[in-house]
């Protein structure tokens, strides 16, 4: 151990292994200024003045030759500050590694977790929560001078719950004597942060009392990508199970929820008069979502209001409370949720943000609206890149499963029509049936008698039934064939309404039927009327097509 003294530094104590190493030497050098011994060695004295001014820790690797064996030795040399004004020179004989592993494998992971962190805020803390000694990355993220920062307690840095909660953390490590290394979510600087946290005990022999030494490393972004790559899995895999597109909304909002952008949040589905077809929330009162459902959509003023080009992030809206946004002229308004605790948030009450759900033609179809951030924080990009991501996975979902619905009302129209044709078929064959016996009928009852009856004895034509020969035969041609040239003049989808009529079907089940309009079916019906030559008469269609 050196200590500073004026402008130098004076060996002040050491170890038994470096007086083993020395054969007692070092004995004899206490006191011994380090611009005395290292004269031949100026680079070590550099060493020690770098490692005193930067109150931090770094290693090298040495060559160093003995005389006495003729061997080429490999040494590792760390060097520590210690406040206040020490600096603690670590010597490692790597070639004797295996033999020295044990003994010195305590004091080896310490430097090794400093060496490895060197951009992590390190601290040393006593049991009483205050700030003994930090270095500069801990000043930085604290965003305080080092000078100002030491000697604060946890309650001068951090709300009182999280206060307390670090001193118990850090006096349970000080009383086991037990390191620890655990994750810890911390608010600084006015944002929750993630941080890897190593506490090990620490014994500050010049101030007499025991402590900890505490290395952070800030892992946020990290925590945040897979908190949010693991939510982008589950609604992915969730989403397979969807059979209803409320599910699939319900499972977006969730998603949100998981990937730790927002703790509430509403996404609907509109018709196109903007009334809620399709609704999903996520932490929610019941009876306020029930409220908005039932409610009236917004004037096409406001919504025109709500997306100016000024409240555009990327494809979504953000209007911040001092924009004056009328929440009370919007009955759909779910009242924001006020943020509890002392904790001061960026994102105000009165903040909205919307981000649309667009179909394949880019019409809006649908909004995303999200309130209460877990960061507290208005969203940035990021958030809005996250939330659109979200939307856009469910929007497929909810595109495929109305795609299915969509199939599935086509091919019940189809199995309709189907059974409706076989119905006009077989009524095709009956009046085939019924069409033939007519004119047998006509022939055995009319016309045979008639004409065994036209040539009498004397082989001369009788006037009278020739006249009945010609009635019955122009009755036979109306009563079958005339009007089955008539009829043949329908069109396929006319001879269906036709059948559909006689059976009784009103204009309204036809169109239902043939998936038509009703306009169409009238349509159809004066065309019908017009071939069957019934056009403006006084006859019934129905039973005008039943007699035939």
């Known amino acids: 151990t050196w200590k500073r003294v004026d402008d130098d530094f004076i060996l002040e104590q050491w170890n038994d292994a470096a007086e083993n190493t020395t054969q007692g030497i070092i004995k004899n050098l206490k006191g011994v200024r380090a611009s005395e011994l290292y004269s031949n060695q100026p680079e070590i004295i550099s060493n020690i003045e770098l490692c005193f001014s930067s109150r931090g820790t770094f290693s090298e690797e040495r060559h160093y030759h003995t005389q006495t064996t003729n061997e080429t030795k490999y040494l590792k040399v760390s060097y520590a500050f210690a406040p206040p004004d020490l600096v603690i020179i670590h010597v490692m004989d790597l070639t004797e590694r295996k033999s020295a592993e044990e003994a010195l494998k305590r004091s080896e992971e310490k430097y090794r977790i400093l060496v490895e962190n060197v951009r992590a805020a390190i601290g040393i803390m006593d049991a009483d929560g ?51 290394q655990t994750e810890v979510k911390t608010f600084v600087r006015g944002e929750w942060r993630w941080f890897d946290v190593h506490i090990q005990p620490f014994l500050l022999s010049d101030f007499g009392k025991e402590a900890a030494m505490i290395i952070a490393s800030d892992i946020t972004d990290r925590k945040i990508s897979d908190t949010r790559n693991k939510a982008r899995m589950n609604l992915l895999n969730r989403l397979r199970d969807c059979e209803t597109i409320d599910e699939c909304l319900d499972t977006a909002c969730e998603a949100i929820y998981e990937a730790g952008l927002f703790k ?74 006020e943020f509890s605790g002392s904790v001061k948030s960026p994102w105000k009450p009165k903040d909205e943000l919307f981000v649309p759900i667009r179909e394949d033609k880019n019409r809006i179809e649908g909004w995303l609206s999200v309130d209460t951030p877990f960061n507290h924080n208005r969203p940035t990009e990021d958030v809005i890149i996250n ?12 595109h ?42 006509n022939i055995d009852r009319i016309l045979m008698p ?17 006249q009945i020969l010609k009635n019955g035969l122009e009755e036979l041609s109306n009563s079958t064939g005339g009007i089955l040239h008539q009829y043949s003049k329908l069109s396929p989808r006319e001879i269906e309404v036709c059948n559909l009529i006689k059976n009784g079907s009103t204009s309204k089940e036809i169109a239902g039927t043939l998936n038509i309009t009703i306009e169409t079916v009238n349509k159809h019906r004066r065309t019908i009327r017009k071939k069957l030559g019934i056009s403006k008469k006084d006859i019934n269609l129905v039973t005008f097509l039943n007699r035939i």
């Open 130 to 180: 205050r700030l003994l000694f930090t270095n500069q990355v801990g000043a930085e993220i604290m965003g305080i001078e080092i000078n100002e920062l030491v000697g604060k307690t946890q309650w001068d840095m951090f709300p009182e719950a999280l206060a307390e909660e670090q001193v118990k953390t850090v006096k349970g490590v000080i009383e086991t004597g037990k390191e620890l």
């Open 264 to 337: 509430r949040s509403v996404l609907t589905l509109h018709d196109t008069r903007k009334r809620i077809c399709n609704l999903g929330y996520k932490g929610l009162d019941s009876k306020i979502i029930n409220a908005a459902r039932k409610a009236p959509p917004p004037s096409d003023e406001q919504t025109a209001w709500m997306t100016q080009e000024k409240f555009r992030i990327r494809n979504s809206f953000f209007i911040p409370e001092e924009a004056g946004m009328k929440s009370e002229t919007v009955s759909r308004y779910i009242p924001a949720e």
């Open 387 to 398: 939330l659109e991501e979200i939307v856009d996975i469910v929007g497929k979902k909810v």
């Open 400 to 441: 495929e499963i109305q795609s299915m619905q969509q199939l599935e009302r086509e091919r019940l129209a189809l199995e309709e029509k189907n059974i409706a044709l076989k119905e006009v078929l077989g009524h095709i064959e009956e009046e085939k049936v019924q069409i033939r016996q007519q004119i047998a009928s």
């Open 450 to 466: 008639t004409l065994n009856k036209l040539i009498g004895n004397d082989t001369r034509i009788n006037p009278s039934y020739l």
